[in-house]
Structures are given as structure tokens and as C-alpha cells.
């Protein structure tokens, strides 16, 4: 017996409209930037565009800015990531071990500037960072230590905007965390406690390895997360001083909004979306692999 | 001896949590406190930290140097448009996807999480040229129909409509009951948290999305609240820190306000989100 054309047809219908958003707004401006990238555009007058070859990718990989850019992101992303990573496990594993009321106080205090807007967050920590009149400089103080200048030297600019980063974000990953770890299951802590196993040993010999998968997951959406990381930068430093903190993202919107040349923009588009692609792919990879496990 | 170790370990505890607790919640007191502040007072040493008298200039100052108005409401209109129409499309969506077998299934699942992943840094520039040449720059389309499909939503709902049994729907289907009536009468009801959980992150993500406005708008009649905050480091002259704190008091309050009435529900939905 076959079903009637109207009844085949109707889970197409139910998709049409997710599927014309995706069409419109993730398939076409793919196809459309990587097309542009091989095009000198000329914005004023579209006629006048014309086919380069490669020659955007080659300019830009001899671009000293977007090299720099290139080298802070991943600079921005590693330290962000070892940092986040670490003092989120530290601070989810304390905290995991007592469910009293503090401790859920705590995650709670710690998860906050998870739903807060970058642009809040870097305008208040710009205040902060100020080596006047800043809160921090003015503490340090206190301590008879003498202050940084923060933001406003190429030396201390990205690590600056790596601790917002870090301080943004530990108490998301740290939830996380916690999530995994309430996942093992409390017959092997037991069993290790009766053979003696000090702290750090069981931290080391199960904590980690029973909740590397997740652990590997969430190191992957970091780093895509970070590899793609504009507000704070926006924010703290536009991109300054003297290029110390432009990162990928920050040199595409330069290139669009203040220097105009759009080969270059949307190249370096292209070089984000294979960053992203390989580790999206790396991600699936794994998931499909542990999904088959289980 | 082994007691008084114990105790003064659990002091110790109780101390370094509310440290961390004052870490991250004193930056937001700080906020409040520099808006309060006279200009005087925030560039005077030694530093303010608590402000001599509540100085509600700066909330004014703050108004009338950006139309906040236009902002807020342009914010509101944006994320209500937005959670409308990904719920409209992403329901049948994610139904199509739970509960039936068609050709293509895996390709156009594939597709959704592409479109999950993909960076809006990456699809920004096309699709401003494309809302250029359909000339809606004037408007706030820009800002809401480029996220009409919610593919992460449609993931997370798909995995509530499977747990609904496929004899619930058979038996509805015996009863002459149409598609729409199963989605509204039987899916909808049983999904209401995964629902009401993808509104809220939606609702989070764009009070709180700077990039997509700041490339998509250039006039201030569609521009929302986090570009008017922005904008008010990046006026001309001295920065005022209190006329930008008084600013962004407009930015946090609201969602600051939410997160203490309902954070366990809210750090419940980002962290179910995070682990999948």
C-alpha cells in the first residue's frame, strides 16, 4: 500500500519555513562570502568589481595586521581557556562536594555575568581597569603595590581582556562542571575513600578521567566561543593599544566599517569559517563516536 | 585537636565562599554606586566608593543624551518578534524531525546543525548587503528576521516531542484529529518547560546581543538598548563614568532583576543547554 502524495509530503511542508530561514540566512551567505573573497569589490559602484583569483587570500596572509590578529586570538584563547578551564574545575569540584546553602549562593554569584551583556561588563570594567582613577589601581594601592596600566599599554592590554573574559565566564563552565560530576556515581568515591585514596589521587585517578568527555566537549565550545570573541575587545580596548587585542573578528568589522576594502573583509571571513568548521567538525566526530559507545 | 582542625577548616570554607560570592557580585554594586556619584566624586583621589548622597542626575543625564526610549522599545519589539516567529516555525520543525520518516532526514538534520554552529561573524556582511537591496535597513527586520530559524531550539524540542509515545498520536490520528490540532493539543502541552526554556535563553541572547546590531544598524530609530549603552563611552569629550554606569543600570537592571526572582530556573536552562 503506498501512502498518498499528501501524507508524504507533509513533513516537507512542516520544515519549509525553518528550512527557508536557513536557506536565506546560513546556506546563501556562505556561498555569497566565499564568492566575494575572490572579488576586488568596489561598493560605490558594483560594476566596477572585479575577479581576483586569489590574490585577497595571498595580501591577506602578508598582512601584518591580520596576522597580528591571527596570533592574539589564539594567544586570547589559550589563556582564556587554560585559565577558565582550570579554576572552573578547581571551583566546581569544592563546590560540588557540600549542597548547603552557601554553596548554592556561590554558583548562583559566580553564574551571574554569564547572562550579562558584554557591553556592561566591559564598560564597567573599563572604570575598573582606569590607572587613575580605577578601582583596582586604587586597591592595589592599599597594598602599597604599584598599579598596571591595564588597557592602555600593548603589555598588559590582552591579558586585561583575558581576565574580563575569564571572570565572565568561570561560573558557567564551573556549572557545567558540577553538572558532570553529580553524573559519577557516589559507589566509587566510597569505594575509594575505604582504600585510602588521598584527595588529590582521586581527583586525579577518577574526578578527571570520569568526566573527560564532557570536560573535552566544553574545551571545544570554548574554543570556538573564544576564536570568535569581538564585544569585550569592542568594548575595553577597539582593538588597541596599537593592535595589542584586534582579534579575527575585530579586524573583519574594521575592514568593513572603517577601512572599506572588502575582499579583505570577507577573506578573512573565510579563514574564520574554517577555524570554526574544524572544530565544529572535531565536535561531531567526537559526539557521533560517543553516542556510539554508550 | 581533630575538632577544632575541623572547625577552623569549615570557617575557612565559609570565608573563601563569600569571597567568591563578592568577586563576581561586586562589580554590579560598583556600577550602581559609580552612577550614583557625583561627576566630582568619580575623578577625585582617594576614590569614591560609596557616593555621598543618591544623585539620580546621572539617570537623567544619561536619558537625554541617547533616546533610551527608542532604544528600549526597539529592544522589546526585537526579541518579541523574535521568540513569536522561531516558536511558530520551530514547533512544526521539530515535529517533522521526532516523529516522522522522510527522505532526506539525515541531510536536512545535518543542515540544522550546521546552521546551529555557524557564526554570525561569518554570515553578517552578505546578509547586510541582502537587507540592503531589499531595503529594510530603516526598519528592524535587519535585527529579527535573520534569527526566524532557531536550530538549536529545534534540536532541544525535537528531544521533548520524541519522549511524547507515538500511540498518543495514533490514537488522536483515529479521532480524525488534524496535525495542528496534535501539535497544539497533544506536543505543545507536554513541551512546555523546553519552550518556555528556549524563549528565555533567546530572550537573554538578544537584550544581551551587541554584534548583530552594531554591523546591522546605522540610524538611532532602529537601534537597541546595548548599542545606545556603548555609545555612551564613545561620545565625545571626558568620559563621564557616572552618565555611563546610570547607562547601563538601564541595560543590567532588567535582566539582574529576572535572575534574582528565578536564577535556579535560569541557571537550570543555560546549563541543560550547555551539556545536551
Known sequence: MKTPLRERLKPYLLLLPAFVGIALFTVYPVIRLIYLSFFKVNQLNTSKTTFVGWKNYISLLGNSAFMTSLKNTGVYSLWTIVFTLAIALCLAVWLSQKQDHLSKFTQGAAFMPHVISSVSIGLVFSQMMNPTYGLFNNILAVFGVRGFQWLQSSQTAMGSVVFVSVWKSIGYYSLIIIGALQSISPSIYEAAALDNAGTWATMKKITIPMISPQLFFTLIVMTIGSFKVFDTIRILTDGGPNNATSSIVYYIYKQVFWEYNIGRATTAGVFLLIIVGVLTGVYFALLSKRVHYQ | ?276
Open chain 2, 1 to 276: 585537636m581533630y575538632q577544632t582542625r575541623q572547625k577552623i577548616g569549615q570557617v575557612i570554607g565559609i570565608l573563601v565562599k563569600v569571597i567568591i560570592c563578592v568577586i563576581f557580585i561586586f562589580p554590579f554594586v560598583w556600577m550602581l554606586s559609580v552612577s550614583f556619584q557625583t561627576e566630582q566624586e568619580t575623578t577625585r583621589l582617594p576614590i569614591t566608593l560609596i557616593p555621598s548622597h543618591l544623585n539620580w542626575q546621572s539617570y537623567v543625564d544619561a536619558w537625554n543624551c541617547a533616546p533610551f526610549a527608542v532604544y528600549i522599545k526597539n529592544s522589546v519589539i526585537i526579541i518579541i518578534s523574535i521568540i513569536l516567529l522561531q516558536t511558530i516555525i520551530m514547533v512544526p520543525a521539530a515535529y517533522a524531525f521526532a516523529k516522522f520518516d522522510f527522505k532526506g532526514k539525515g541531510f536536512l538534520f545535518s543542515l540544522i546543525l550546521i546552521a546551529f554552529m555557524m557564526p554570525t561573524q561569518v554570515t553578517f556582511l552578505p546578509v547586510y548587503y541582502m537587507m540592503s537591496d531589499w531595503k529594510v535597513m530603516k526598519t528592524l527586520l535587519p535585527q529579527i528576521l535573520p534569527f526566524m530559524t532557531n536550530a538549536f531550539g529545534i534540536f532541544l524540542l525535537r528531544q521533548y516531542f520524541m519522549q511524547v509515545p507515538d500511540e498518543l498520536i495514533e490514537a488522536a490520528k483515529l479521532d480524525n484529529a488534524s496535525e495542528v490540532q496534535i501539535l497544539s493539543k497533544i506536543m505543545l502541552p507536554m513541551s512546555k518547560p523546553g519552550i518556555s526554556a528556549i524563549a528565555l535563553l533567546s530572550f537573554v541572547g538578544h537584550w544581551n546581543d551587541y554584534f548583530w546590531p552594531l554591523v546591522m544598524t546605522n540610524s538611532d530609530e532602529v537601534r537597541p538598548i546595548t548599542i545606545g549603552v556603548a555609545r555612551l563611552k564613545d561620545a565625545e569629550g571626558n568620559l563621564q563614568w557616572n552618565m555611563i554606569m546610570a547607562g547601563n543600570m538601564f541595560l543590567v537592571f532588567p535582566i539582574v532583576f529576572i535572575y534574582i526572582l528565578a536564577s535556579r530556573y535560569i541557571i537550570n536552562s543555560f546549563v541543560y543547554s550547555g551539556i545536551k
